[in-house]
């Protein structure tokens, strides 16, 4: 049901124009379907008695919806049931998703807003697993999710796939709806493990499903390599202490090879695509960690150059920063991030705690011991992650006596 949820949802939306209608009507499918199947056996087609099931609901809820309404909404209630009843011995389920993901997607939504529609939605994750992912309150995240609703709704906002026109800007956003969704699961700290897993999943097999729809366009397949070469290293990115493990420190026995594989196939995928954009840059640079036997940092240096040609932004400097420091020694490094205080970036970077964490790293190397630890402390009042900070700790507490205190 999982795996189907999100086709026949797309599916029922694009027939009924109703996304409550449909996610009631699927639930209903659902629950008869859980009645019935280990009774009956599943059938063959899963997605199309769904599909039948969930119309011949939405069609019992109109027809009362009818009986209930005034003469004002008569006639719409009388084309909705009209529309419903056309598909109700319909098996066939098209796939509705790209249309969808694009409506979840659309930039007159807010971004919260686009990510808990399109989990919600396509994802078939319950209003209580996203709002336990996102540590939030239920009734705050389906407030979210109905306002998101009302807003498609009262803006008219159109259910299809973009014209050309809008097509890079539109596709922009999902693809960064589904990148925030993962690191959401990534980097996420205090909720639970399955519910960072269900997110970094739930993307993941998003991205596949788009990659699906759209095999030529080499973002997409950039991004899903992307995710999947970090999911890869999930295992490893925590010692038996608690504390972060640096990538190029990290047990490699524990990778996980199968998701490493699919991960480099997407990238040459992605590759094998015309142009070349932000998240195949980021990707290779991923690929190169895992490639090498050892971190290649001159490659990473010249990979997040490119990287910042096309994206710039004081994050990305700062991971240039970081690979240029190991390339050619903690000068280069230091060099590039006081470019960067010089200008607008300072003000971003201040409570930015991996900007503090890779300042001390490049001071402590260039032997500025004094200046690394109180670059080490900064690190740790702005750190909100247990492992990162116990790393950070650990780093702070090697540094000469006396500076570390």
Known sequence: MRAEAGLV?????????????????????????LERWPRDGVPERPAGWLTVAARRRAVDRLRHRAVQADKADALRAKEELRRAELGEADETVPDERLRL?????????????????????L???????????????????????ERAKAKIRD?????????????????ASVLAVLYLIFNEGYSATDAEPAARRSLCEEAIRLARV??????????????????????????????????LVPLDEQDRRRWHRDELVAGLAALRAAAACPGRGAYQVQAAIAAAHVVEAETPWPTLASLYAELEALAPSPVVRVNRAVA????????????????LERDDGARRLAGYAPYHAARADLLRRAGRSAEAAAAYREAL?????????????????????????
């Open 9 to 33: 949802l797309a599916s029922l939306i694009a027939s009924l124009g109703d996304f409550d209608l449909a996610e009631d009507a699927l639930q209903d499918a659902i629950a008869a379907a």
């Open 101 to 121: 993901l694009f409506t979840c997607c659309h930039p007159a939504l807010a971004p919260e807003a686009r990510v808990a529609l399109t989990l919600r939605t």
């Open 123 to 145: 994802g078939g994750l319950s209003t209580e697993a996203v709002a336990r992912a996102f540590l939030l309150p239920v009734p705050t995240l389906a407030k979210r999710l």
């Open 155 to 171: 803006a008219r906002i159109p259910y299809r796939v973009p014209p050309e026109s809008e097509w890079t800007e539109r596709l």
């Open 210 to 243: 788009l990659a699906g729809l759209l095999p030529h366009e080499g973002e997409v397949h950039a991004l899903l390599a992307l995710m999947s070469l970090h999911d890869a290293r999930r295992d490893a990115r925590v010692g038996a202490d608690g504390a």
């Open 324 to 339: 240029e420091g190991r390339a050619r020694g903690p000068a280069a490094g230091l060099a590039l991030l006081a470019a």
């Open 381 to 405: 009042a702005l750190s909100r992650g247990e492992p990162e900070r116990r790393h950070l700790a650990e780093q702070l507490a090697r540094l000469p006596s006396g500076e570390s205190g």
